[in-house]
């Protein structure tokens, strides 16, 4: 069911989350993968799956290529650290990673892609 949310005046349907893979398939605590044709880094940390865009704000690094290190998903190139709740690094203040909201349920991963200009 699709969930409606009012931002301002306007509302704006939400788009339906959608199945990623089995949850079979997620990486282990403390790694990170690839997910979605390279579109998604996954990441166990602390139990708890995270899912940010693949590509590294920096340069375009693949962040899925990377490692988990002090709880924060290290890019392969240059070694930027990205916090997976914000998507937020200490190196630019002005960069972030992009934050999918995920949900691991009946035995699989989701995640709400982001939505599509009206
Ligand atoms: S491309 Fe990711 S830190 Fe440079």
Known sequence: MEEIVEIGEEPTRMPEMVRIC????????GNVCEMADGNLCVARIGGR????????????????QG??????????????????????????????????????????LFVRPPERPS
């Open 67 to 108: 490692m988990v290190e002090d709880g924060k998903v290290v890019c392969p190139l240059h070694g930027w650290a990205f916090d997976v709740g914000t998507g937020a690094t200490d190196e630019d203040e002005d960069l972030r990673v992009r934050v999918f909201e995920s949900d691991v349920r009946d035995g699989a």
């Open 22 to 29: 089995d949850e079979k398939d997620l990486p282990k605590e």
């Open 49 to 64: 799956i995270s899912v940010i865009g693949n590509h590294c704000p920096h340069s375009g690094g693949p962040l899925g």
